[in-house]
């Protein structure tokens, strides 16, 4: 696997800032990840079409070159499915949800793809969100990749394991403690 993976984001935003990683090689590193785990983490339950993920990485690598790039320009972005993401399903995990197609962003949604992330796709939950093991009677467990008889948690695990440019609705303690890793959630993005 490639180590870029294994990078903060905040070097890899500054990478991008430099032109020493291009939008499309990061985008390209996260599919082929994705395109390798899912069988057997269950991250992901919808991804967008990888020629149309690859065409807004080329773009995004146009702005950065012309100056014009936005703080999270080329980020690729997994969005839990408990938000709404435009053209794909917010399911929550539930099967009497499974077919409801999102007409728009949710508000969070909205300003990352603003700020240049480039959503790949929904990342499992459990239904509703409301417990801490990610798994669904829709799309099954996810499991935590370093020990895939145990729960990467809830109710980000699915985002937890998808690489880098994680959720944009996370609660990534929980997910955090199940593998053995630290994340903090600033008090401003904590819902009222």
């Keep these: 696997m490639s180590d870029l993976l294994y990078r903060p984001l905040t070097k890899i935003v500054e990478l991008l800032e430099r032109r020493e990683l291009s939008p499309v090689e990061l985008m390209q590193t996260t599919l082929d990840r994705i395109d ?11 991804l967008r079409d990888h020629d149309a993920l ?3 990485a080329a773009s995004a690598e146009k702005r950065i070159a012309r ?11 997994g969005v839990k499915d ?33 700020a ?4 790949v796709g929904k990342t499992n939950a459990p239904e ?17 990749p370093w020990n895939l008889e145990r729960t990467p948690g809830g109710s ?13 609705t ?7 403690r199940h593998r053995s890793t630290c994340a903090t959630r600033s008090r401003s993005s904590a819902r009222s």
């Design 116 to 119: 240049g992330a480039i959503v």
């Design 156 to 168: 980000s695990g699915g985002s937890s394991d998808s690489g880098p440019g994680s959720s944009a």
């Design 36 to 46: 390798a785990t899912r069988e057997t983490l269950n991250c992901f339950v919808a």
């Design 67 to 77: 100056g014009e790039g936005r703080p999270l320009e080329g980020i690729p972005l």
């Design 54 to 56: 690859l065409v807004d």
């Design 128 to 144: 509703f969100g409301y417990t801490a093991l990610t798994k669904n009677l829709l799309f099954g467990v996810t499991c935590n």
């Design 82 to 114: 408990l938000e709404d993401v435009a053209g794909l399903v917010t399911s929550e995990g539930s099967v009497p949800y499974r077919d409801n197609l999102a007409t728009h962003d949710s508000v969070q949604v909205a300003r990352l793809k603003a």
């Design 170 to 176: 996370a609660s990534p303690r929980s997910p955090s």
